[in-house]
């Protein structure tokens, strides 16, 4: 079990009816197998976790993690809860939100190089929300200041949003495997500007500033 503390993947847990929850780690994945939470499990198996052996088999214990469970324990209430779901904001998320561009010259940087600019300033009543926070490359972020990019002309490259339940827990993964990119983009409409950029990525390589 050891060999699993480092272990790059997580599991994607769903509930019955398929609706993506969170990534779990295998203490989390084992726990859940164990219990009889497990309802069905898509996509490859991950990883096998050995117990103890049966004084009367004499067989060992094993449990088969798979990339994606799905299992109990959903509130009833929880579907009217998501539509009204507002992620918490961090820079992390931001920036994979943003795909690690600077929304305002459009190249990409690592997140060391990336600042949280806030659309309409503080000073001037903006506010530290989705809707008014980009990713800004130092440089961009200094040249702005406390002005507008309307007063800075410096157009932004695309409208700051709030990403929705299903975008939320895709830019929450890291290391996200075939089968489970491919399951949570059923989830997200193709005219998500995360899918778009996705898109535009793979179409043609971005300028990259190390």
């Given at each position: 079990?050891?060999?699993?503390?480092?272990?790059?993947?997580?599991?994607?847990?769903?509930?019955?009816?398929?609706?993506?929850?969170?990534?779990?780690?295998?203490?989390?994945?084992?726990?859940?197998?164990?219990?009889?939470?497990?309802?069905?499990?898509?996509?490859?198996?991950?990883?096998?976790?050995?117990?103890?052996?049966?004084?009367?088999?004499?067989?060992?214990?094993?449990?088969?993690?798979?990339?994606?469970?799905?299992?109990?324990?959903?509130?009833?209430?929880?579907?009217?809860?998501?539509?009204?779901?507002?992620?918490?904001?961090?820079?992390?998320?931001?920036?994979?939100?943003?795909?690690?561009?600077?929304?305002?010259?459009?190249?990409?940087?690592?997140?060391?190089?990336?600042?949280?600019?806030?659309?309409?300033?503080?000073?001037?009543?903006?506010?530290?929300?989705?809707?008014?926070?980009?990713?800004?490359?130092?440089?961009?972020?200094?040249?702005?200041?406390?002005?507008?990019?309307?007063?800075?002309?410096?157009?932004?490259?695309?409208?700051?949003?709030?990403?929705?339940?299903?975008?939320?827990?895709?830019?929450?993964?890291?290391?996200?495997?075939?089968?489970?990119?491919?399951?949570?983009?059923?989830?997200?409409?193709k005219s998500s500007?995360?899918?778009?950029?996705?898109?535009?990525?793979?179409?043609?390589?971005l300028i990259s500033?190390?």
């Open positions: 079990m050891n060999n699993l503390i480092n272990f790059p993947h997580r599991t994607l847990r769903i509930d019955t009816t398929g609706l993506p929850l969170e990534w779990i780690d295998f203490k989390e994945a084992a726990k859940l197998y164990s219990v009889g939470d497990v309802v069905y499990t898509l996509g490859d198996n991950l990883y096998s976790i050995r117990g103890g052996i049966n004084a009367k088999s004499g067989l060992r214990s094993q449990i088969n993690i798979n990339s994606i469970v799905a299992t109990r324990g959903r509130s009833k209430h929880f579907q009217q809860k998501l539509s009204d779901f507002t992620p918490p904001l961090n820079n992390q998320t931001l920036f994979k939100r943003d795909d690690h561009l600077c929304l305002y010259c459009g190249s990409q940087y690592s997140k060391r190089e990336l600042t949280r600019d806030h659309v309409t300033p503080i000073s001037r009543g903006g506010q530290d929300m989705w809707q008014n926070v980009v990713s800004a490359c130092k440089r961009c972020n200094n040249i702005k200041g406390g002005k507008t990019p309307e007063e800075a002309s410096m157009a932004l490259l695309a409208i700051p949003f709030a990403p929705s339940y299903a975008e939320y827990i895709l830019l929450q993964g890291r290391n996200i495997l075939a089968d489970q990119m491919s399951f949570l983009l059923s989830h997200i409409p500007p995360i899918i778009e950029r996705m898109h535009s990525k793979e179409a043609s390589p500033k190390n």
